[in-house]
């Protein structure tokens, strides 16, 4: 019987079909290769090939159908294109990146879990940016009137910046933070005054719209990303989610810093500076400065219209 699905057999999902396809393809070669075996095993005198005589044209014939309904199957398999049954070379490091990214999402997950226990860390980290810096960085690049912008903060912790920009007049319902860790979540949520929306999520996959925050702020989030391909994942999401003439500024830890901290502080964080940020963001214009052991960078679309006020940011 032909063992190759035909007609209506064949599964309508194409992974699917090829994947029953596959398992016929080997099922077939391992009967092939069983049969043949069986064959070896047989000692053939001149005696025996009489008293067999069925047995060997039998095999001989099953072997011969085989290898026409090889033949056949080939021949098909040309016709609709060999490619799709190839290991693809994209397609396997598609899968290996994509599990990368989920290891070290949950090992990250573990680790901040620990540390945010150890408050030390994350309290000298807030201390790298104070708030009139900001608001100078915001005004030279044309965001001086809040009550205009949407702001989303990434990696918001307990969303001390967002409570800050509804201070200065961003209105709640257009700001919005996201961090991974759920407690951080709930406890910016207990914080804040209603309105203003707080998620649980990863930044490598917003629900929001395209182009929909003028300004993202990043503190403290890209130097944990260990992985350089779920950091360029990350930027572009990031870019994505940004308007067309908004900003996004990220402050990080410098590679020097990182070689003074503890080391199970530093074991889990990059020194990011400059030339990484431009693989995250690639084709944007990046403006970027030193403050004591952070790296504070403003990023920008190539295409942005918005007047850049004073070139030092403050
Ligand atoms: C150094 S703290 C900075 C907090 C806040 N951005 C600030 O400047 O005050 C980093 C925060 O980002 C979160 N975080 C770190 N890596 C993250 C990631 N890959 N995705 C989402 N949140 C992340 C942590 O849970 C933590 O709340």
New binding site residues.
């Given amino acids: 019987m032909n063992k190759f699905i035909k007609g209506s057999e064949v599964p309508v999902n194409p992974e699917e079909k090829a994947v029953a396809e596959k398992e016929q393809i080997k099922d077939l070669l391992k009967e092939t290769k069983k049969e043949a075996k069986d064959l070896l095993d047989v000692m053939w005198s001149r005696e025996e090939i009489m008293t067999n005589k069925n047995f060997i044209n039998t095999m001989n014939l099953k072997i011969k159908n085989m290898l026409d309904q090889i033949i056949k199957n080939l021949y098909w398999y040309q016709k609709i294109g060999w490619k799709k049954f190839l290991p693809n070379r994209e397609y396997i490091e598609q899968k290996e990146r994509e599990e990368r990214i989920k290891k070290e999402?949950e090992r990250?997950l573990k680790w901040?879990e620990e540390?945010?226990k150890i408050d030390d860390?994350?309290f000298s980290?807030?201390g790298?940016?104070d708030e009139g810096k900001l608001v100078k960085t915001l005004s030279a690049y044309g965001y001086d009137n809040f009550q205009q912008i949407s702001v989303l903060?990434?990696?918001?912790?307990?969303g001390?910046?967002l409570r800050k920009f509804q201070d200065w007049g961003v209105l709640p319902e257009r700001l919005a933070g996201?961090?991974?860790?759920h407690p951080?979540v709930d406890y910016a949520k207990k914080l804040s005054k209603p309105g203003i929306q707080f998620i649980e999520?990863?930044?490598?996959e917003l629900d929001f719209e395209d182009q929909n925050f003028d300004v993202v702020?990043?503190?403290?989030?890209?130097?944990?990303?260990l992985d350089e391909s779920?950091r360029k994942k990350?930027g572009r999401e990031l870019l994505r989610v940004l308007s067309k003439d908004g900003i996004i500024i990220t402050?990080n830890l410098t590679k020097d810093a990182l070689a003074k901290l503890e080391p199970y502080l530093a074991y889990t964080s990059i020194g990011l500076e400059w030339e990484e940020l431009t693989d995250i963001f690639p084709d944007c214009s990046i403006h970027f400065e030193i403050l004591s052991q952070c790296g504070l960078a403003v990023i920008r679309k190539k295409d942005c219209k918005k007047e850049k006020v004073d070139a030092s940011g403050g």
């Fill in positions: 999402k990250l901040i540390l945010v860390f994350y980290f807030h790298q940016l903060d990434i990696g918001c912790r307990d001390r910046w996201i961090d991974f860790y951080i999520a990863y930044p490598d702020l990043v503190f403290g989030v890209l130097m944990h990303v779920l990350i402050l």
